[in-house]
């Protein structure tokens, strides 16, 4: 088993930045990729930002030049930069695991209001 532990999220006004973080720990080999979804009430989780191991990224288009994924292997620890933040970014966000046992991280909440 891997577990996450995201933190970051929080209330920020338009325009502004927030950095989220997860933490993995326990079973953290065979880790494959590391990804940021969001969900919003009603909707379908969707893919904002990817990271795998050969360090390629790929983003939502709709997050493309505003947010920035990275990883430090050493620590386990997956980031996403959010900067230029706007009111439809507002949802629960989380961390995932790509690995033979696939993990979620538990969400956090991003509120971008002014």
């Known amino acids: 088993q891997v577990q996450l532990v995201e933190s970051g999220g929080g209330l920020v006004q338009p325009g502004g930045s927030l950095r989220l973080s997860c933490a993995a720990s326990?079973?953290?080999?065979?880790?494959?990729?590391m990804a940021w979804y969001r969900q919003a009430p009603g909707k379908q989780r969707e893919l904002v930002a990817l990271n795998t191991n050969s360090g390629m990224t790929n983003y939502a288009d709709s997050v493309k030049g505003r947010f920035t994924i990275s990883r430090n292997n050493a620590k386990h620890t997956l980031y996403l930069q959010m900067n230029s933040l706007r009111p439809g970014n507002t949802t629960v966000y989380y961390c995932y695991v790509q690995r033979p046992r696939p993990a979620w991280g538990q969400g956090t909440q991003v509120t971008v209001n002014s």
């Open positions: 326990g079973r953290t080999d065979n880790i494959l990729a």
